[in-house]
């Protein structure tokens, strides 16, 4: 296990409307506003042409390959993340999101792209004091890192 221990600093409530985009959208305000470590809640609709990461093809293959799904029509969705910075230092959002229309749902991570449909609204939670990276490692992924 690694950690880290921070405070919360400030708090963000953002409101997106249809077009803006998952994770980009976030990524740009959190790097515009200088939020580097921070907790992040999305609560709003997914439209046409968004996409979610739903697993690996494989548990533990040699390489990970992504399962891409796309969304058809209006879902809703309700999402929680995190920003930490990426090894280039720009903040990156790791945020797991349930999307579901009709009583059907898709669970899933956002870094494929989730379009908004009509209204996303966010709450960043900005984490002080606290260090964590993401780093790419043997997996091939960014993955979230404390030094010891």
């Known amino acids: ?13 953002i409101r997106l409307e249809t077009g803006d985009r998952l ?29 979610v990461v739903v697993g690996p093809e494989e548990g533990r293959g040699e ?15 309700l999402g929680v993340g995190t920003i930490f910075p990426g090894e280039s230092g720009n903040p990156i959002l790791h945020m797991h999101s349930g999307i579901g229309r009709e009583g059907k749902a898709t669970v899933g991570c956002v870094r494929a792209g989730v379009n908004v449909w009509l209204v996303g609204e966010v709450i960043i939670l900005e984490i002080l004091g606290a260090g964590g990276q993401r780093a790419r490692d043997e997996s091939g992924l960014e993955l979230l890192q404390f030094k010891k």
């Open 23 to 51: 994770p980009d959208s976030i990524e740009a305000f959190s790097l515009e506003h200088g939020v580097s470590r921070a907790m992040v809640i999305y609560v709003g609709g997914a439209g046409e042409g968004s996409r």
């Open 1 to 13: 296990m690694q950690y880290s221990e921070g405070t919360i600093g400030r708090v963000f409530t």
């Open 63 to 77: 390489e990970i390959v992504p399962i891409i799904h796309a969304l058809s029509g209006a879902q809703e969705v």
